[in-house]
Nanobody
Framework: QVQLVESGGGLVQPGGSLRLSCAAS????????MGWYRQAPGKERELVATITSGGITNYIDSVKGRFTISRDSAKNTVYLQMNSLKPEDTAVYYC????????????????WGQGTQVTVSS
């Protein structure tokens, strides 16, 4: 049983910053890739950023240079630092993680958080 809980969302003015956190808990023996997704009203969920267990990151073009994904593996936590926020960044942000739950099998299952609302508005 694994749970991912996001925090740090809220209302911010354009150009402002927010730092999202996602902490995984439960039967966790290891975490491989982690990522952040978002879903705006009336739109489908899209990938925002990913980070591998080795720290390799990837971003969609619209957030490059503004967002930074990072992780603290010892705390089973992934972060998303969001700077220079734009109204189009408004969405519910979800984290996910590929989690190893078996001590025997090297297998990673993807889990999702419940989402945290980010609203960018003046």
């Amino acid at each position: 049983q694994v749970q991912l809980v996001e925090s740090g969302g809220g209302l911010v003015q354009p150009g402002g910053s927010l730092r999202l956190s996602c902490a995984a808990s439960g039967r966790i023996l290891g975490i491989n890739d982690m990522g952040w997704y978002r879903q705006a009203p009336g739109k489908e969920r899209e990938l925002v950023a990913t980070i591998t267990s080795g720290g390799i990151t990837n971003y969609i073009d619209s957030v490059k240079g503004r967002f930074t994904i990072s992780r603290d593996s010892a705390k089973n936590t992934v972060y998303l630092q969001m700077n220079s926020l734009k109204p189009e960044d408004t969405a519910v942000y979800y984290c996910n993680a590929a989690v190893r739950t078996s001590a025997i099998v090297l297998y990673f299952k993807t889990y999702w958080g419940q989402g945290t609302q980010v609203t960018v508005s003046s």
